[in-house]
């Protein structure tokens, strides 16, 4: 012990003067440089240079700062290598310095020096001017040895440490004999051999067989039972191992020293277990000790326990391995390969066609004359198998084991197929290439959850295989019980799910609308687990305005379907106002918080599950485009920004001020305008198109704009949505994907006709007349007298009522629109007079002559519009009187 602990205080000493070499080097190194930068920054060091006398400056200062930071030299020199100070050796001021220094004019430089003194570390820095050109430098150099003074003031700690470790050793050594004497109660020797006696009576009375073999091969010790189990000779002890007619294994093994842990070796009838350890390590001479067993009996247990502990481990297994998804026929799949082949050879998984639509399977299924199952899933030890193939319908008849299954509820178990005779007639040929496969034996069990029965799991045995027992049934049920819930689970997800997706896609738009202003296509992918809330919407406006429309509500389910119903539906009635974006987006963010407040209400009030449904939350884009001007106005509140692609094929994003999701409220949302060009590309998005587990948001965006940019400047918008589907959605996403792409058109100069109205009642006659022409060069004459009775009762009114400036404009398209603008914002109404007014049929008349009429607000005023078709109905004019 006391050597150990002299070998551990020279270990550390030995470390600690090691230590102290690489910190005082290290000290050293970082004191020079510290010094070295901090002089040269010190004020006044490049004037001081650039002085008539830079040493009579530079050398008390170097001399102080020597002294001060106990540094071996400093010595300041020109760019040109001349000394200006030198506190080591003054006689060399004035000469050049060794050594190259041009490294250092670029910033310091620390090296290490060796001399005939030891190693000396040594920083060089420039000294800049102000306008950052190099006056001189400073070199600091200080001697390692100098640091290791640490090391000296350490030493007294560590030969305390020593002492005080020996003294430690000491006592230990004490204490561990006082303590072995405590173990042994203070015996001696005839106590201890003594001991030893007894200790050989019990190793004798044991019932395990112990002999020890010495290094020479011969028998040094064998108990009565060893005697017994290897039928031993009386006097064993000192004979070779060899002679003794053992197994040769066995006695190669007992020979041999090496360790062996219930080595198992055949004598006569008896199976042995073996443990084998050599004596060498524990004190003893050379040799082994072998102790035997007779494992005859327990290797038969054994096996049975194996057995039940690979049954639990399959059952473990299939609690992992099924139900990883929520497919119901990839939920079978994954009972058929995880029974084979710890339980079966091939495995069949039959389910009622109900159950693959998500639905609950009907009474009767399975059963002869009611509803047929399918078989969904099949796996086997080979890839061929003889059974129905997979999507095949199956019908079983009474006294089969599927149909006994289904109708008792239990597992029904046939040892030997060629004694089944209602198996074999079900199908004749089927059965006899079953037979022909090797296949012999088969347990059916239903598939029950929930007190539904949703089909059949068949296991089969072939070949080799053991046949199938009674303990197998029980198993079998277990097995099945256990998938059944995850099938379950599976089928009434793919019902939710269907449900929802049903209910998703009756919200969304099932076709676009006719108008001219935009050349529109779209893509909808919803979910492949859980369908989300998004949409998507192109609305016409008045006057041949477009607005488009793009949303995301949080979440997934029917709750986030029946969310996004709403929410388009508020999009719908409140684009029929025709309000701008920003304020579209404004109200419909009070109507989520409307409704978030309405759910946490009713969550709060005891229906279950509604409290997890508080918050909604949705994203959208709004964007308004006019063909006339084309000008586009959008907003957006979280949405992802749109992305134009120009004419050229560049492709931009939008800077477009993102806005709080809807609900969040607290900052208002920001319109931003815009002037596009005819045959410029909108793109309007969900995340799910750019964003998912394998992407984030910056790389999805990037492989949009890549894919925009790759596809064709003159392809149609069907085209490109096709190409950024194929490009960027996954086959299976994770969440819905909508894609709105919309190509700007404008209306020819020949299209549009404009006339400003002056305040004078007199004017309504000319601008009527100059209308009427128009729709003459139009070739619109039938509309002459309606479009005249409109423009006259709109362009009073605006006179009457309204304020200038006051404008008159006509739009030919698809239909003809008549707007009259002025500067007020008051709103006319439609008034039904009494026969004995004399007014007040004037708008009454423009909204029967007009297909549509309407107002809307603009920055300045309002517009009153109204819209014919171009072809005017026979008897128009005496229906409206009638």
């Known amino acids: 012990m006391l050597v150990v602990v002299v070998l551990l205080v020279g270990a550390a000493l030995t470390a600690l003067v090691l230590q102290a070499r690489n910190y005082a080097t290290s000290d050293a190194a970082h004191r020079t440089r510290a010094a070295a930068v901090?002089?040269?920054?010190?004020?006044?060091?490049?004037?001081?240079?650039?002085?008539?006398?830079?040493?009579?400056?530079?050398?008390?200062?170097?001399?102080?700062?020597?002294?001060?930071?106990?540094?071996?030299?400093?010595?300041?020199?020109?760019?040109?290598?001349?000394?200006?100070?030198?506190?080591?050796?003054?006689e060399l001021i004035g000469q050049h310095v060794y050594g190259s220094y041009q490294g250092a004019l670029k910033g310091p430089v620390t090296t290490t020096e060796t001399t005939p003194l030891g190693h000396d570390m040594d920083t060089v820095a420039p000294i800049a001017r102000p306008d950052g050109s190099v006056a001189g430098l400073v070199s600091v150099g200080q001697s390692v040895k100098n640091a290791t003074s640490v090391a000296a003031r350490q030493l007294p700690v560590l030969l305390g440490g020593a002492v005080a470790a020996l003294a430690a050793g000491t006592g230990g050594a004490v204490l561990v004999r006082r303590r072995l004497r405590r173990q042994t109660h203070g015996q001696g020797p005839a106590e201890m051999t003594r001991m030893y006696e007894h200790h050989d009576a019990v190793l004798h009375a044991v019932r395990e067989g112990v002999l020890i073999v010495g290094g020479d091969g011969r028998v040094v010790l064998a108990n009565d039972e060893a005697r017994r189990l290897l039928e031993l000779p009386p006097e064993v002890e000192g004979r070779p191992v060899a002679e003794l007619g053992l197994d040769p294994g066995l006695a190669?093994?007992?020979?041999?020293?090496?360790?062996?842990?219930?080595?198992?070796?055949?004598?006569?009838d008896r199976l042995l277990a073996v443990n084998n350890r050599p004596t060498a390590p524990f004190g003893g001479?050379?040799?082994?000790?072998?102790?035997?067993?007779?494992?005859?009996?327990?290797?038969?247990?054994?096996?049975?326990?194996?057995?039940?502990?690979?049954?639990?481990?399959?059952l473990y297994d299939a609690g992992l391995r099924v139900g990883t998804t929520l497919d119901v026929v990839r939920t079978a799949q994954e009972l058929a390969d995880v029974a084979v082949p710890g339980f079966a050879d091939f495995v069949t998984v039959e389910l009622a066609e109900a159950v693959l639509r998500g639905d609950e399977p009907l009474p009767g299924t399975g059963i002869a004359g009611g509803p047929r199952i399918r078989c969904v899933a099949a796996g086997g030890i080979r890839e061929e198998w003889p059974f129905y193939p997979v999507g095949a319908q199956i019908s079983p008849l009474p006294g089969t084991p599927e149909a006994t299954a289904l109708e008792s509820g239990r597992a029904t178990l046939v040892a030997e197929l060629r004694r089944a005779r209602a198996w074999r007639a079900r199908d004749p040929r089927t059965a006899e290439r079953i037979l022909a496969f090797g296949v012999h034996s088969l347990i059916s069990a239903p598939l029950k959850a929930r007190g539904l029965t949703l089909g059949t799991v068949t296991f089969w045995r072939a070949g080799e295989s053991a046949p199938f027992g009674e303990e197998d049934v029980s198993f079998a049920e277990e097995l099945v019980a256990r998938a059944a819930m995850c099938v379950d689970n599976a089928r009434r997800y793919t019902r939710e799910h269907r449900m929802a997706e049903t209910l998703q896609r009756s919200l969304l738009p099932r076709?676009?609308?006719?108008?001219?202003?935009?050349?529109?296509?779209?893509?909808?992918?919803?979910?492949?687990?859980?369908?989300?809330?998004?949409?998507?919407?192109?609305?016409?406006?008045?006057?041949?305005?477009?607005?488009?429309?793009?949303?995301?509500?949080?979440?997934?389910?029917?709750?986030?379907?029946?969310?996004?119903g709403r929410l388009r539906t508020a999009v719908l009635n409140f684009s029929a106002l025709d309000l701008p974006p920003d304020e579209l987006l404004?109200?419909?963010?009070?109507?989520?918080?409307?409704?978030?407040?309405?759910?946490?209400?009713?969550?709060?009030?005891?229906?279950?599950?509604?409290?997890?449904?508080?918050?909604?939350?949705?994203?959208?884009?709004?964007?308004?485009?006019?063909?006339?001007?084309?000008?586009?106005?959008?907003?957006?509140?979280?949405?992802?920004?749109?992305?134009?692609?120009q004419t050229d094929g560049s492709v931009e994003f939008v800077d477009l001020p993102a806005g709080p999701p809807l609900g969040v409220g607290g900052l208002p949302f920001e319109t931003t305008e815009l002037q596009l060009a005819p045959g410029t590309a909108l793109v309007l998005y969900t995340n799910g198109l750019v964003e998912?587990?394998?992407?984030?948001?910056?790389?999805?965006?990037?492989?949009?704009?890549?894919?925009?940019?790759?596809?064709?400047?003159?392809?149609?918008?069907?085209?490109?949505?096709?190409a950024v589907f194929d490009a960027l959605v996954l086959p299976q996403p994770s969440d819905d994907i909508a894609l709105l792409i919309a190509r700007t058109r404008l209306f020819e100069p020949d299209q549009v006709a404009t006339w400003d109205v002056p305040d004078d009642f007199a004017a309504v006659s000319r601008i009527r007349n100059d209308c009427v022409a128009q729709l003459t060069v139009w070739g619109l004459e039938d509309l002459s007298f309606t479009t005249e009775l409109i423009l006259s009762e709109l362009i009073t009114?605006?006179?009457?009522?309204?304020?200038?400036?006051?404008?008159?404009?006509?739009?030919?398209?698809?239909?003809?629109?008549?707007?009259?603008?002025?500067?007020?914002?008051?709103?006319p109404h439609l008034r039904y007079a009494a026969t004995t007014d004399e007014g007040g049929r004037g708008l009454f008349l423009v909204a029967q002559m007009a297909e549509r009429w309407g107002t809307r607000y603009t920055a300045r005023g309002k517009v009153i519009w109204s819209e014919q078709p171009l072809t005017a109905p026979e008897f128009q004019f005496e229906a409206t009187l009638l």
């Open 38 to 90: 901090t002089l040269s920054r010190y004020p006044g060091m490049a004037a001081a240079l650039d002085s008539a006398d830079p040493t009579a400056v530079l050398q008390p200062l170097a001399l102080d700062v020597q002294k001060s930071g106990g540094f071996d030299y400093i010595v300041i020199f020109g760019t040109n290598g001349i000394r200006y100070a030198s506190t080591d050796h003054p």
């Open 252 to 268: 190669e093994l007992l020979v041999s020293g090496r360790a062996a842990t219930d080595e198992v070796h055949l004598v006569e």
């Open 285 to 314: 001479g050379p040799g082994s000790v072998a102790t035997v067993r007779d494992t005859t009996e327990l290797r038969a247990l054994a096996g049975q326990a194996e057995a039940v502990r690979a049954r639990l481990r399959l």
């Open 511 to 564: 076709s676009l609308p006719r108008q001219s202003a935009l050349e529109v296509a779209y893509r909808y992918r919803p979910a492949q687990r859980g369908v989300g809330g998004d949409w998507f919407d192109v609305i016409p406006l008045p006057g041949f305005r477009v607005a488009l429309v793009v949303g995301d509500v949080v979440g997934h389910g029917l709750h986030a379907a029946a969310t996004m």
């Open 586 to 645: 404004a109200r419909l963010d009070e109507l989520v918080a409307h409704l978030d407040q309405g759910e946490a209400a009713a969550g709060e009030g005891g229906i279950e599950g509604e409290g997890e449904r508080a918050v909604t939350g949705a994203t959208c884009l709004y964007a308004i485009y006019d063909p006339v001007s084309g000008h586009c106005t959008m907003a957006r509140a979280g949405h992802p920004p749109p992305a134009l692609v």
């Open 692 to 722: 998912s587990r394998e992407r984030d948001l910056e790389s999805g965006l990037a492989a949009l704009r890549d894919c925009l940019a790759g596809t064709r400047a003159d392809g149609s918008p069907e085209d490109t949505c096709r």
């Open 797 to 827: 009114n605006a006179i009457r009522y309204g304020t200038e400036p006051i404008r008159v404009r006509m739009l030919r398209d698809t239909s003809l629109v008549c707007e009259v603008s002025d500067g007020s914002s008051t709103a």
